[in-house]
């Protein structure tokens, strides 16, 4: 026995050695995990594009990852919120956002035989605020014409972690209602009204799920593959969008006109008629001059690869994929990547 | 009645003769050092991150209820309140069924069964919190809000402890899952401690004509009463420091509730949940100042207990009655 442990050990050692550890570039990455099943998937897909490169990715967090780069421990950061103007000036140097793919945050609930349910973000709003205690409030029941709701009080339920997936919701509600946006505001927490916190987006649903009369919202993907009953919600076109990849798509499509130059722009409530408005883009954070040229290269190719043919792996991750026209600014952008004013990423 | 007097503890000091001896002296003394001085830079270096939120706060954080990370305004009460509470309902519960348990399988228990029960209880122990907790979500939660907490605010609801709309989740729910979670580590050391007092102790109250209660009473628990409240300060350790399962079932809500029914927050809860995210300066020192209040109530309660120990006559003493 004991040997057997030594002889396990041993090999563990030699074969540790035995990576040919010269030729090969380590870059290391941390932030977000909400995209971080897409990003494993993109970093061990890229070994077969370019073999001399591996990536290392900690989901530590949207917070930790911006610390992280901003102190320069690791090559790349990711988060799920755009920095804001101060971190990006207390930054060493000028970095990026590179917009990856899209999430959307949909709102689930606990009501006998799951109905289809519509809401508009003002009803959204003040259920989240404590104004709205009932099932068969007449603001909900005037949206759903047709469902029978139940005269049962409504149980909030948020995410009690600091979150990204909190922070798409809330910056929606800010959006639509200035009571929230003054008494409530956004941020990866909050200071909530009302409701019970639940951890994760499991959290969340398993109370959801537990909790006849709850309402809680989570990932796109994570209801989907639970087969959560969703809500439709009104967008800025006045249309009753069901939350989806391809409607999430949209918003991002219909937010590509008034796209700023650094990508740091909040997609909720965007306009377009297909666009369902909680969504949000997770970024990239990437120094615009790089330290390392090898490392700068290797990274630059890699976005540029991600940003084309990594798309195809979205949809299977139920991601939604980035439209053609917000490619295009990327592509403008990454070609932006320099080391020592020198641009990484040859003309292609 | 007197009963036997305890063993008296001889202070061993053995003058250092070889080289042998003073090396292991040094050695020892060094591995003892470096734990004070870890505590010691635990602390330093928690005053140092908390220090911006001690600055703007100052004892306000101690006694506000606000958790505002968006308005950056911080008070910690909730989470103190909810700490507390949780720990004192998981010792209520877990006191009384632990130490009996551990009595049973050291005085009562046919020989044949005390190693299965002693083998469960300390699978038991080893199960993770996140498993508790996926369980208080789904089993216990359920349980609560559909028969117990009815029946509770049906007979007792006259009390505040048991008012409010019943979620399930709750302070509640948060008592019982860490009750659980501590029964395993009384249970074991309990026994542990009751199976070495020795057995002259309980041949003399036998002999003095004492019931099995009386020598269990008298003899066997007294004996190892110092012992036992190692035990209860074990769980109640576990108690104030557990995080996952804990934060998945009590409701997360920062605010101090009288009733059991309704959702509370605790220290331990608060950082794990907030950490990863929290981006600001204040928010980041606010968040370890918890943890360095944490740090400080475990070492108050643990104080308090020995001294309750202490005051009820010390920890092994000749017994006379």
């Known amino acids: 026995m004991k040997t057997a442990w030594i002889m396990a050990l041993a090999l563990l050692v030699t074969s540790a050695f035995a990576q040919p550890a010269a030729t090969q570039t380590l870059i290391n990455g941390a932030g977000a995990t909400f995209p971080y099943p897409i990003y494993s998937k993109w970093f061990d897909e890229y070994t077969k594009v370019d073999p001399e490169v591996r990536f290392n990715y900690q989901s530590i967090g949207s917070g930790g990852g911006i610390k992280q780069v901003t102190a320069r421990t690791v090559d790349f950061g990711a988060t799920d919120g755009p920095m804001s103007d101060e971190q990006l000036k207390a930054a060493p140097s000028e970095l990026l956002h590179i917009p990856t793919v899209l999430g959307a945050v949909v709102a689930t609930y606990n009501l006998p035989n799951s109905p289809k349910l519509k809401f508009t973000g003002e009803v959204l709003a003040d259920v989240f605020l404590g104004k709205i205690t009932k099932w068969n409030d007449p603001k909900i029941t005037a949206l759903n014409a047709g469902v029978s709701l139940p005269d049962q009080p409504i149980v909030v339920v948020h995410r009690s972690d600091g979150s990204g997936t909190t922070y798409i919701f809330v910056d929606y509600l800010s959006k639509i209602s200035s009571e929230w946006d003054k008494k409530v505001g956004r941020g990866t927490s909050v200071n909530w009204p009302v409701g019970l916190g639940g951890k994760g987006n499991e959290g969340v649903s398993g109370q959801v799920k537990n909790q006849p009369g709850a309402l809680g919202y989570v990932e796109l993907a994570y209801a989907v593959k639970n087969n959560l009953p969703v809500a439709s919600v009104k967008n800025a076109a006045d249309k009753f969008v069901t939350p989806s990849i391809a409607s999430t798509t949209a918003a991002a499509a219909g937010a590509a006109k008034s796209m700023p130059d650094d990508f740091r722009v909040s997609l909720t409530n965007p306009p377009g008629d297909e666009a369902y408005p909680i969504a949000s883009f997770t970024w990239l954070l990437v120094y615009r001059d790089q330290p390392n040229e090898l490392k700068g290269r290797a990274l630059a190719k890699f976005l540029w690869w991600m940003s084309h043919e990594g798309q195809k792996y979205a949809d299977d991750l139920l991601y939604a994929p980035l439209p053609t026209p917000v490619v295009k600014q990327i592509e403008a952008k990454i070609k932006q990547i320099t080391y020592q004013g020198k641009p990484l990423l040859a003309a292609r | ?321």
Do not use: C
């Open chain 2, 1 to 321: 009645m007197a009963v036997v007097a305890a063993v008296p503890r001889v202070e061993v000091q053995a003058a250092p003769r070889n080289l042998g001896d003073q090396v292991l002296r040094v050695v020892l003394r060094a591995a003892a050092l470096t734990l004070v001085l870890l505590v010691l830079a635990m602390v330093v270096a928690m005053v140092h991150a908390s220090w911006p939120a001690m600055r703007a706060f100052g004892w306000r954080f101690l006694v506000s209820s606000t958790w505002d990370p968006v308005a950056e305004q911080f008070g910690a009460l909730p989470f103190v309140y909810g700490t507390l509470l949780s720990s004192l309902l998981a010792l209520l519960i877990a006191v009384p069924l632990g130490i009996g348990a551990a009595i049973y399988l050291a005085e009562l228990a046919p020989a044949w069964i005390r190693p299965p029960i002693a083998f469960l209880v300390e699978l038991v122990a080893a199960v993770p919190s996140v498993i508790y907790g996926l369980w208080g979500i789904f089993v216990l939660a359920p349980l609560l809000r559909v028969w117990v907490q009815p029946v509770l605010g049906k007979t007792l609801g006259f009390l505040p402890l048991f008012q409010g709309p019943p979620y399930g989740i709750g302070m509640l729910a948060a008592g019982i899952i860490l009750a659980i979670m501590v029964v395993p580590y009384i249970t074991a050391v309990s026994r542990e401690v009751l199976l070495a007092v020795p057995n002259t102790q309980r041949e003399a109250a036998l002999a003095l004509g004492a019931t099995r209660w009386e020598t269990t009473r008298i003899a066997v628990l007294r004996y190892g009463r110092s012992g036992l409240v190692g035990a209860i300060l074990l769980g109640l350790g576990r108690a104030l420091g557990e995080t996952m399962a804990v934060t998945m079932v009590i409701g997360n809500r920062p605010e101090v509730a009288i009733s059991l029914f309704a959702p509370g927050y605790t220290m331990a809860s608060v950082v794990a949940n907030e950490f990863a995210e929290a981006t600001s300066d204040l928010y980041l020192a606010a968040l370890i100042e918890i943890g360095l209040l944490l740090f400080a109530v475990t070492v108050v309660v643990n104080a308090l207990a020995r001294l309750l120990v202490w005051s009820v006559g010390g920890p092994v003493k000749a017994i006379r009655e």
